[in-house]
């Protein structure tokens, strides 16, 4: 599985470091979310779908 985040789309909000706090960070500049790697081990997709769930900007991308 794959994940990104939409630069564009993200305000920075940190909801998706809620349901997935060893994945997202926050950047230091501007709080805007990156991603540890953009390659998602089994262990941990299933906190990276639920933060792409709950990010209200549509920011987080997953592909399969
Ligand atoms: S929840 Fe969405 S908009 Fe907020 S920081 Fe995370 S990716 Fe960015």
């Not at 909801?15 to 709080?31: I, K, M, Q, V, Y």
């Not at 299933?46 to 592909?63: N, Q």
Request: charged letters at 30%; one cysteine or more.
């Amino acid at each position: 599985m794959q994940v990104r985040v939409n630069e564009e789309r993200c305000q920075g909000h940190g909801l998706c470091r809620l349901s997935a706090p060893t994945w997202f960070f926050p950047r230091e500049e501007d709080g805007h979310a990156y991603v540890k790697d953009s390659e998602v081990p089994e262990a941990e997709q299933d906190a990276v779908r639920l933060a792409a769930d709950s990010c209200p900007e549509l920011a987080i991308e997953i592909a399969d």
